[in-house]
């Protein structure tokens, strides 16, 4: 699970939209104001994994081989200093919305693509936004992947 983990983040630390990528430990919980990240942020977590057994390789260890379908949970996060109401200067509107491109830039970076040589494709599950009173805006974005040989 860790190279997963690792792999998604250094996929993510490569888009030039993100000024932080890391794993999920916490950083929007109990800070306030003081974020131990930069936005927007992407963050990377493990939130569930189920395993089948798919055999022995004696050559292997443990020697019991397991299939793992996990759930990868990725929070995206930015700072929402303008409104986007109907009046608003379509400039600030662009800059509000922003959050919209970055998701879908996110997206279409992970939507089919494997993390490790043992796993399968990374494949979108789910879309839920996170309501805050702070001004952080923050959605999580949810995809399935297969994991062999665990």
Not at 124 to 129: I, N, S
């Amino acid at each position: 699970m860790k190279e997963t983990i690792k792999s998604i983040i250094a996929k993510l630390g490569a888009m030039p939209e993100l000024n932080s990528a890391d794993e999920d430990w916490g950083q929007l919980d109990y800070y306030s104001n003081n974020f131990p990240v930069k936005f927007p942020c992407a963050l990377v977590d493990v939130s569930n994994a189920n395993f089948s057994n798919i055999g022995m390789d004696k050559n292997a260890s443990p020697q019991n081989r397991q299939l793992a379908e996990t759930t990868i949970s990725l929070t995206i996060a930015n700072v929402k200093l303008t409104n986007t109401a109907f009046r608003a200067p379509e400039a600030q509107k662009d800059t509000a919305f922003s959050i919209w491109d970055l998701l879908e830039a996110i997206h279409v970076q992970l939507h089919g693509w494997h993390p490790t040589d043992t796993s399968g494709k990374l494949i979108r599950m789910g879309h839920q936004r996170i309501k805050r009173d702070d001004g952080v805006q923050e959605y999580t974005l949810i995809y399935s992947l297969g994991i062999n040989n665990v």
